[in-house]
């Protein structure tokens, strides 16, 4: 079980990239996916979530609007693209399998990870 994170770089601020998170040995058809961010210094903080069961997507605030987080099931796939990055954007970007606190509204921050992660894509936004 593997999930394999790639697409980062270098781009100058208001560009984009688009990340993705390649899951093998597993089906994404039967998990959540969602994206993290650790910058220097500090935690790793949620960005975005795909749910499994309907596609529903959810987004922290600082990137709603910028960020788009989809799922190609045939190439069990997850991608989030980011436009209009910005320097608080940079970090190392992880992709996990998450799943959401039983009971709760279906809202970003009902969601955590579970127990699979990717290795990590750098992300540096520079002039």
């Known amino acids: 079980v593997q999930l394999q994170a790639s697409g980062g770089g270098l781009v100058q601020p208001g560009g984009s990239l688009r990340l993705s998170c390649v899951a093998s040995?597993?089906?994404?058809?039967?998990?959540?996916i969602g994206w993290f961010r650790q910058a220097p210094g500090k935690e790793r903080e949620g960005v975005s979530y795909?749910?499994?069961?309907?596609?529903?997507?959810y987004y922290a605030d600082f990137v709603k609007g910028r960020f788009t987080i989809s799922k190609d099931n045939a190439k069990n796939t997850v991608y989030l693209q980011m436009h209009s990055l910005k320097t608080e954007d940079t970090g190392v970007y992880y992709c996990?399998?998450?799943?959401?606190?039983?009971?709760?509204?279906?809202?970003?921050?009902?969601?955590?990870?579970?127990?699979?992660w990717g290795q990590g894509t750098q992300v540096t936004v520079s002039s």
């Open positions: 795909i749910s499994n069961s309907d596609g529903s997507t």
């Open positions: 040995g597993f089906n994404l058809d039967y998990y959540a």
């Open positions: 996990a399998t998450v799943a959401m606190l039983p009971g709760l509204e279906a809202k970003f921050s009902s969601w955590y990870p579970t127990r699979h």
